[in-house]
């Protein structure tokens, strides 16, 4: 039996937005893991909805994602976003609204009295400019008119990638950037470049959901104090499996607890150690998806979530 279901895909209620494939979406930490591996990734804090990265920095845990948005479409989610509460926000070069999103951010600043220090901001090296990494750190403060990059990635493991998470160590001694960390890394990819690294990375960005739950990878991050993140909590559509938000597991979850499926896939994610950056551009979904802080999933619901997990990916790289 094919636990993630299949053969139709939901044509009702809301899309998953943003959560499309990324192409040019308290925990129970335990001292080890299933095979004894050490667990260095400190538990998420329900409270102040944050978790202690490696970097020694206070991550939130929550957060919206923006690849899809327009410049003006991310300057708006992000003013929308701060307004209710969140403080993490995710771009990327490739995504091309980074000045959008660094106009959120500073709008929202001086309309509700956030200070800097309380806002997040990851963003991301794309491939083609690994060889030129420096430049493109500089680069990416003037577009978001930051002092600092909270969180810098790289966006995939490529040509050049040892050279550019070199620069990004460099921009940490620099106070450039506070914290770094990779995406779209697998097992071999991150032995590789802990070979030459001198700091860890804290953090690793995968498609991650039920479907998918990356759980050798995230496994083999534990020493390293690596806390994983999802650029795809709701999952999305594919030829043969069944949407994610219309799984009777999902539904029925969400209906005992009087919430969206979409809301139980973003709690499952923080109550199994991910942080969840899902996508919108319009203010209820932000809201929605944001509202999960007020209940907790059962040991035996999140199991029969972990059971979905049948390995698919929908990226296609």
Excluded at 238 to 258: C, K, P, Y
Aim: with cysteine; hydrophobic share 35%.
């Amino acid at each position: 039996m094919l636990l993630c279901g299949c053969g139709h895909e939901d044509a009702a209620g809301r899309e998953p937005e943003n959560s499309g494939v990324e192409n040019p979406g308290g925990n129970d930490n335990n001292d080890e893991g299933e095979n004894g591996k050490e667990n260095n990734v400190n538990p998420f804090n329900f409270e102040t909805r944050t978790v202690l990265l490696n970097s020694g920095y206070e991550m939130p845990i929550f957060g919206i994602g923006t690849f899809r948005l327009s410049e003006a479409q991310a300057e708006e989610s992000v003013y929308n976003a701060l307004k209710i509460g969140v403080r993490l926000f995710d771009t990327a070069d490739i995504y091309g609204n980074e000045r959008g999103v660094g106009r959120g951010i500073r709008r929202g600043m001086q309309d509700f009295g956030i200070r800097r220090e309380e806002i997040f901001v990851t963003t991301k090296l794309w491939t083609s400019d690994f060889y030129r990494a420096d430049e493109e750190v500089d680069e990416r403060l003037e577009r978001l008119g930051l002092d600092y990059i909270d969180l810098l990635l790289l966006h995939h493991a490529a040509r050049d990638d040892e050279h550019a998470y070199q620069a990004m160590e460099r921009g940490v001694a620099a106070g450039k950037i506070r914290s770094i960390g990779i995406s779209n890394f697998y097992e071999a990819d991150i032995d590789r470049l802990m070979r030459v690294a001198t700091i860890k990375p804290a953090v690793i960005q995968n498609e991650l959901h039920p479907y998918y739950q990356e759980r050798s990878v995230k496994e083999h991050i534990a020493p390293l104090g690596t806390v994983m993140e999802s650029w795809f909590p709701l999952g999305g559509r594919g030829t043969g499996i069944r949407t994610l938000s219309q799984h009777e597991v999902i539904t029925g979850i969400a209906s005992a607890h009087n919430k969206s499926p979409y809301q139980v896939l973003i709690r499952w994610h923080l109550q199994s150690g991910n942080i969840a950056i899902p996508g919108s551009s319009n203010a209820a979904h932000i809201a929605e998806d944001y509202d999960v802080f007020d209940f907790e999933l059962s040991a035996d619901e999140m199991k029969r979530i972990n059971d979905l997990d049948c390995n698919h990916r929908f990226a296609n790289y």
